[in-house]
Structures are given as C-alpha cells and as structure tokens.
C-alpha cells in the first residue's frame, strides 16, 4: 500500500493503479491520498475517514456497504463509453462489437459499471491503431477527463445521467475470439472486422 501525501486536508483513497498521472495531480493539487490495489473492507475506511474514493483498474468489487460511507463521493474511472462494454475487457468488445468507442467517469453503486455518468467522451481510432496501441489512448484519455474535470466532480457541480441498456462481460467472454486474433493484443483494429458481432 502507498501513501501519498498532499499539503492539503482533502482525504482520497484511490484504489487501482499505482503509477499513473492522477495520483501525481492530486498530490500536487494538495490532496491527502491513500494508494492501494489490495482488497479494502468498511472497518478500514472507517479507521481512515477518507472524504472521496476513486476507483482506477481496481480488480475487486467494492462493497455497497463501502460505497454508501462515501455519501456519493465515490467514482469509477471505465474506459468503455457507458453504457456500452460493462465489465472486463472494454476495448476489446467494443471492436468486436463495433459500439460506440470512449471513456466515462461514473459514480459507483452496488452494479458493475452502472452508476450515473458524471462525464464521457467518444473517442475515434483510425485502422491503423492496434488493440494494445487503442488501449494506451483510452487510459490517457480518462486520466486527461479526470484532470479537466475534477472541479466539477469534488464539488458535485455536475448533472448525474442514468444509464440505461448497453452491454456488459465477463473476462472469460472473450476466450472463444481471442485465439482468432494474428497478432493477440498487437492485432490492427482493421483486421477485427472478421470478429464482428452483429
């Protein structure tokens, strides 16, 4: 577990990543921040007395019980543009499916990537881009949203969107399309085509 220090009074538990460009901003934006990709329970957030949770590539449900101590100051970082892609592997089915591409900040709740949309962006890939290459864009591309926008969401100063249909999948989902993959993760969005899910 990592602790970062800010100058500031605001507590974050930030769970996911460990190296990535939010955690420095918020540091130097004076934050107090707890970094941690191990399992968190109610008894150590309660111990802790953390104003905001973010969740980042954090490989555990969080608990409802969790999330509720938050008082709506708990969000998800999703690389898929909700509500399509819940789940594992976003960017892989969003190719394969051909849905709609992008990135969405959205508050926790009890469901997996259901939560009201805080903020999203599509984002475009020209043919040449490779899974592996789409995936690198789609996590600077959230990290960036985040930055732009953290005033609004620390403050609430935004207009939550419910989500309604899309899509959502297991990790293990993909393991009857992977192997039709040439090139794995290095395979070009332009050779996925084949792979289409009408």
């Given at each position: 577990?990592?602790?970062?220090?800010?100058?500031?009074?605001?507590?974050?538990?930030?769970l996911?990543?460990?190296?990535?460009?939010?955690?420095?901003?918020?540091?130097?934006?004076?934050?107090?921040?707890?970094?941690?990709?191990?399992?968190?329970?109610?008894?150590?957030?309660?111990n802790?007395?953390?104003?905001?949770?973010?969740?980042?590539?954090?490989?555990?449900?969080?608990?409802?019980?969790?999330?509720?101590?938050?008082?709506?100051?708990?969000?998800?970082?999703?690389?898929?543009?909700?509500?399509?892609?819940?789940?594992?592997?976003?960017n892989?089915?969003?190719?394969?499916?051909?849905?709609?591409?992008?990135?969405?900040?959205?508050?926790?709740?009890?469901?997996?990537?259901?939560?009201?949309?805080?903020?999203?962006?599509?984002?475009?890939?020209?043919?040449?881009?490779?899974?592996?290459?789409?995936?690198?864009?789609?996590?600077?591309?959230?990290?960036?949203?985040?930055?732009?926008?953290?005033?609004?969401?620390?403050?609430?100063?935004y207009?939550?969107?419910?989500?309604?249909?899309?899509?959502?999948?297991?990790?293990?989902?993909?393991?009857?399309?992977?192997?039709?993959l040439?090139?794995?993760?290095?395979?070009?969005i332009?050779?996925?085509?084949?792979?289409?899910?009408?």
């Amino acid at each position: 577990m990592d602790y970062l220090i800010g100058g500031g009074q605001q507590r974050i538990l930030f769970l996911g990543y460990e190296e990535c460009q939010i955690s420095d901003f918020l540091v130097d934006a004076g934050c107090y921040i707890v970094q941690t990709s191990d399992k968190i329970n109610k008894i150590f957030i309660l111990n802790n007395k953390f104003d905001f949770l973010i969740s980042y590539g954090y490989r555990y449900i969080i608990d409802e019980e969790v999330i509720n101590l938050f008082n709506g100051n708990a969000i998800n970082l999703h690389i898929s543009y909700l509500p399509y892609n819940r789940g594992a592997d976003p960017n892989f089915w969003s190719f394969v499916e051909n849905s709609k591409k992008g990135v969405t900040i959205h508050l926790l709740d009890k469901g997996l990537d259901t939560g009201d949309i805080i903020v999203q962006k599509e984002i475009k890939f020209d043919k040449d881009e490779t899974l592996a290459s789409s995936y690198k864009k789609l996590n600077l591309e959230i990290q960036n949203l985040f930055i732009k926008n953290w005033d609004l969401i620390k403050t609430k100063s935004y207009k939550p969107k419910k989500q309604s249909g899309g899509t959502y999948h297991r990790s293990k989902d993909k393991d009857r399309y992977f192997s039709l993959l040439p090139d794995g993760w290095d395979t070009k969005i332009s050779d996925l085509k084949q792979l289409y899910i009408k």
